[in-house]
C-alpha cells in the first residue's frame, strides 16, 4: 500500500493576504507626514529644512509605492530601520571623517535626516505600516499645538487629515478579504463605499474633542498650574461669622516673579500695590507667613488685612480697623462672597475627582495591558510542547522515574515505555514532541491532538502507585477476601 | 437548535494602543499647561478611539448568522456552505474558527452567500464555530463574538479514496437474484454478436449464424450474484487511518461499478451527540473542530446501496473487533498493510 498523503492545513488560498496600501491611502497618509513637517517648519521658521524632509519623505514614498523594494522591510517596519539608519550613519561618518582628518560637511545633519526619511518612505505600502505614520507625526504636532497662533485650526486640520488616512487605510484593510459568492440577487455594496462612516465619526470625534476641552478648561473644572505660584493659600476655609481666616489669596495679583502686584476688589477693580490712603502712601506686601499686608512706606507700620462681610478690611496689631475696600457690601456681598467660597470649594472638589478619575483610568489601561499583554499562546508548537513535557515529567516523577536534567525528552519517553506504560503510542508523542521543540517543521493538529489524547489516556491507565495504594486501602474488600481475613 | 455566543470582546491594535497614549498625554498637559489647543488634540484623539469602540460594538450587536452545509463532505477538501446573515448594517468579517486562521470573509450586506470552510478530519461535525468580526470606521478596534452553529443533522466527513492498482480475484457468483423477483436457474438473453476468438463454442447460435453466414454467439446477462465483504481494520487514529480507509472507499465504489453486492464492515466509532460546548472567547487561540475517534464497541455490517451510505459508514470506521455473520462470497480486508483477499 502506499504511503498516506497528508493534507496541509493551511494551504496557499487560506492564508490571509497583507492588505496593501491603495494610491489614494498613500497619498493621504503622505499629507498627514508632510503637513506636519510642514508646520514644524512653520513652528520654528525653518521652511528650508521642512520642505528637504518632505522631498526625501516623498522621494522614498514614491521609490516604495512604485517598486517592490517593500519586502526588504518585511520583518522591521521602515519607520525603525529609518529611525536606526541616522545614529548609523551618523557614527560612520565622523569615524571616516577623522580616519580622512576632514571638516564634516555642511548641512550633515540634514543629510542623515533626509537618509533616514528616505528610508522610512521605502517602506510605504503595507496598511499596517502605513497606519503608524499619524501617530508618529502627531507628536510632533503636540508642539505645533501648543504655539500661539492659530494652532487650533491647525491642529484640527491635520487630524482631520490623519483620521481620513486612517479610513482609507480601513477600507484597504477591507479589500483585503475574501468576498463570499452572494445568493441575493441586488449588488452588493462596495467595501466601505459608503463615506457616512467617515463623515459621522469625524463629527463626532472633534465635537467630542472640542466640547470636551471647552468643558475641561471653564474656570470651575481647569487644572491649570497657575494657581500653584501663589506664595500662600490658607490651609482651609471656613464660611460663617468668623471671617478673619478667609482666604484673600485668590483676590491677590502677582507678578511673574511672583510678588504682590495688586489687589483685585470682589465687586471689581483693582488696588495697586502702591497707594494714597488718608495722606499716606502704602504698598501690598507679603507677610511672614504669606498673608497679604500693607505697609506703610514712610512709618513701615503693617496692617493686616482680612475679608470680613464682603469688604476687605485693613487692622493694626491692635486689631482696630484702619482701612475698609468696599465690597459689594451687606448681606448680599456675603451671599455673593460665600458663592465664590462655594466655588472655590467645587473647583477644588472637581480638580481632585478629575485627577483621580484619571489615574484611575490610567491604572486601569495599565491593568488592562498587564493582563492582556502578549504571552505564548498555547497555539505557538514549542510552548505547546514545553506544555506536554511538563505534564509527562510529572508523570514520570509520580512513578519515581523523575527526568534527569541531561536526559532528552525522547529518553525520558522512552524509559516510560520500557517500565511504567508499554504503550507504543508513547514513541510516537516522543517523535511528535521533538519535532516540535527542535525540528523546523510544526506538528499538524491533528499531530496535536491525538499526541494529547495519547499522553492523557496513558497517564489515565496508570495512575501513580500512591493512588493506587490509596484506592485499594479505601475500597471494600470484596466477598472472597472478607471470607479470607475472617478468623477461622 | 439555537445556537451559542460569547459576549462582545474587543482587541485593540499597537497603533491604537500609541493612539490612545498620544491622547491622554496630550490632554492632560494641555490641561495642566492651559494649552486648549493641545488639550484638544488629545481629547479628539481619544475621542476618535472611543467613536471606534462604539461603532465596532454597534455593528456586532444585532448580527445573527445562519448556517446550512452540505449533506456530507470529504476530509481533506474544503466544503462550501450557504451563510445566511441578518442585521448586518455595517461591514462583518466571518471566519471559521480553527487553526491556521482560514479565509475571513467579508459580509457587507445581509442575505445568504456561500463560504468554503477550511477541510476537516475525518468523523462526524455535530456544530461549526465561527468567529464574528467587525472594525469602526477607523479600524482602530476590533470587536469580536465567537459563535457556535450546533448543526440538526451531523455532517459526515468521509474518507478520500485513494486511487488504486489492485488485482481484482474471479468473481464468483454466491447467490442468484437481486431481488425476490429476479429470475433464477437461467441466464437471461441480451443479444448477438459476430464470434470473437475465445468465445464459448457453446454460445454460438446456430440460427443466427445460417442468416447471416458468419460465425454468430449469444450474448446473456448472468443472474448469479457476486458478493463483496470489505472489512476495514484502519488501525490507529491518524493519516493512515484515513488512507486506509480511502482505500477501502474505492474498494467499494469499484465494486459497485461492477454491479457487486458489497457488504461493509467496520468497528463503528460513532458515540452519541456530544453536549455542545460553550464558545471559548474571540481573539484566542482556535481549535480545530475536534473529531474523536472513541474505541469502538460495536460492529457495524450493512450492505451498501450507494457511495453515500458508504461514504457515511467508513466516516465513522475505527479500529475494534470486527464481528460479522459467516458470508459466502469474496471477502477482503483492507488494512495499513494493503488489501488482503480471503
Known sequence: MSDPSVTPWNQGRLRIPEAQASPASQVAVFGVAASAFVLLGWLSQNYPAAVAAVTALGIGAVVGATTSVDRFFRNAPGLLMGVLAIPVVSLAGVIVLSLVDAPPPPAGDQLVLGLGLLIWGLDWRRVTRLRLVPVATGVPMSAVAVASGPALAMTLAWLALALVSLWSLEIDQRRSYEHPRSLASSGAKRPGSDATDLVASLALTLALGLVIASFAVLPSCNLSLGDLRLPWRPSSTRVGSDHANLDLGRWLMFDLDGQISGLRLPQGGEVLPNFELDGDWWRLVAGADGRPQLENLRTGERLDLSLEGGDIVARDSDGRERARFPGVGGSEGSASNNQDLKDHQTTQWWKTALVAALAMVLLGLAAWWWTRRRRPSAADPRSWAEQQVRVLERFAADHDRPRAVDRSPRAMLADLASTVSPDPRLVRVADVLTDALFGRAEPTMEERLRTEQAIAEVIEAHPPPEQRGRRRRTSPPTLTEAADRRPS | ?342
Not at chain 2, 488634540?41 to 462604539?54: E, Q
Not at chain 2, 475525518?122 to 452553529?149: E, W
Not at chain 2, 457453446?202 to 448469479?224: F, N, P, S, Y
Request: glycine share 12%.
Open chain 2, 1 to 342: 437548535m439555537e445556537s451559542t455566543t460569547t459576549r462582545i470582546h474587543l482587541k485593540r491594535s499597537t497603533v491604537t494602543t500609541l493612539l490612545v497614549g498620544f491622547g491622554t498625554l496630550s490632554g492632560l498637559i494641555g490641561l495642566l499647561a492651559g494649552r486648549y489647543p493641545l488639550t484638544v488634540l488629545g481629547l479628539a484623539a481619544l475621542g476618535a478611539v472611543a467613536v471606534d469602540v462604539a461603532a465596532a460594538v454597534a455593528t456586532l450587536a444585532g448580527v445573527r448568522l445562519e448556517l446550512h452545509g452540505p449533506p456530507d463532505a470529504v476530509a481533506g477538501l474544503p466544503s462550501e456552505w450557504v451563510i445566511t446573515a441578518r442585521g448586518v448594517r455595517r461591514p462583518v468579517v466571518v471566519s471559521p474558527a480553527v487553526v491556521p486562521r482560514s479565509p475571513r470573509y467579508l459580509l457587507e450586506a445581509g442575505g445568504a452567500a456561500v463560504i468554503a470552510l477550511p477541510p476537516f478530519s475525518r468523523g462526524l461535525i455535530h456544530h461549526v464555530v465561527l468567529d464574528l468580526t467587525a472594525t469602526g470606521p477607523l479600524g482602530l478596534y476590533q470587536a469580536g463574538r465567537r459563535i457556535l452553529i450546533p448543526l440538526s443533522v451531523p455532517l459526515a466527513v468521509g474518507p478520500s479514496p485513494v486511487p488504486l492498482e489492485m488485482a481484482w480475484p474471479r468473481p464468483r457468483a454466491m447467490a442468484f437474484g437481486l431481488t425476490d423477483g429476479a429470475p433464477v436457474g437461467d441466464d437471461l438473453f441480451r443479444g448477438l454478436r459476430p464470434y470473437q476468438r475465445g468465445d464459448e463454442r457453446r454460445r454460438i447460435h446456430w440460427g443466427a449464424t445460417a442468416r447471416h453466414r458468419q460465425l454468430m454467439v449469444r450474448e446473456l446477462d448472468g443472474t448469479g450474484v457476486v458478493g463483496l465483504r470489505v472489512l476495514v481494520e484502519p488501525g490507529e487514529p491518524g493519516p493512515m487511518a484515513d488512507h486506509v480507509t480511502g482505500v477501502a472507499a474505492t474498494v467499494t465504489a469499484d465494486a459497485l461499478s461492477r454491479g457487486w453486492a458489497v457488504q461493509l464492515v467496520t468497528a463503528d466509532g460513532a458515540a452519541d451527540r456530544p453536549q455542545t460546548p460553550s464558545p471559548t472567547p474571540p481573539f484566542k487561540s482556535a481549535w480545530p473542530t475536534p473529531i474523536w475517534h472513541p474505541a469502538a464497541a460495536t460492529t457495524r455490517v450493512a450492505m451498501i446501496g450507494g457511495l453515500r451510505m458508504a461514504h457515511h459508514q467508513l466516516a465513522t470506521a475505527t479500529q475494534g473487533p470486527l464481528v460479522a455473520p459467516p458470508w459466502g462470497g469474496l471477502t477482503c480486508r483492507v488494512t495499513p498493510r494493503g488489501v488482503l483477499w480471503e
